[in-house]
């Protein structure tokens, strides 16, 4: 099998489905739970709102908690990354809680939502991040953010103020706060670093 891609019907599902094609990932959109058995890995995309995310995302649940308990590969992206802590501030629904910790709104005391172009600072070598550097460029588009409680699983982190947890990876979990897939070449590294992952 190749990479799916989840669609519960919120996120840029076709511009995922475009970098992984780019790739050579062979990317599938995946519309019922019982359709993700056997794929080599699996990328949760999400733009909009928290709880609205998880309303359609909760019927998923667990075909993903299967994949996950399975070793299969699973990379959550924007929306996607935060859905995976525990609660967030911008909605009342509970999140998966795979990764213990809040989603908390940007504050006051910067531009929200953070828009554009930011570099990371690396926090500690994981895959999914090999070829990337302190000070490359990826794009965000958020106003939320998340505080791991522990903050072992932070891959990488992004200036804007505060510091902002960028990248999370723990064992075949991985998560980016960014969109490689609007990030240019290095967003389609870390895409071949997760597809390589995959298929080990």
């Keep these: 099998m190749t990479i799916a ?3 519960y019907g919120v996120g840029n599902l076709f511009s995922i489905k ?3 094609e780019r790739i050579g990932a062979g990317p599938e959109l995946v519309t ?6 056997g794929f080599e890995g699996v990328v949760v995309p999400g733009v909009g709102s928290f709880g609205r ?6 019927r998923f649940e667990g075909a993903l908690r299967q994949a996950l308990e399975a070793g299969t590969p699973i990379l959550g992206i924007c929306v996607g990354m935060q859905v995976l802590f525990d609660r967030s501030e911008e909605s009342p629904e509970e999140g998966l809680g795979w990764i213990s910790g809040d989603v908390i709104r940007l504050p006051d005391s910067v ?3 953070q828009m554009g ?4 600072t690396i926090k500690r070598e994981v895959e999914i991040l090999d070829g990337i550097s302190d000070e490359d460029f990826f794009y965000f588009v958020h106003s939320y953010a998340c505080v791991p409680m522990d903050r072992s699983v932070l891959a990488a982190t992004t200036d804007y103020g505060i510091e902002i947890a960028a990248a999370v990876s723990r064992e075949n979990l991985f998560a980016v706060q960014f969109h490689p897939e609007k990030s240019g070449e290095k967003g389609l590294h870390i895409l071949e670093n997760f597809v390589r992952l995959a298929r080990c």
């Excluded at 019922?32 to 058995?37: F, G, S």
């Excluded at 995310?53 to 909760?58: F, H, Q």
């Excluded at 172009?117 to 990371?120: D, E, G, K, V």
């Design 5 to 7: 891609v989840v669609d």
């Design 18 to 20: 475009n970098a992984l």
């Design 32 to 37: 019922e739970p019982e359709e993700l058995a």
């Design 53 to 58: 995310c998880m309303r359609r995302l909760s």
């Design 111 to 113: 531009l929200v939502p």
């Design 117 to 120: 172009w930011n570099t990371l």
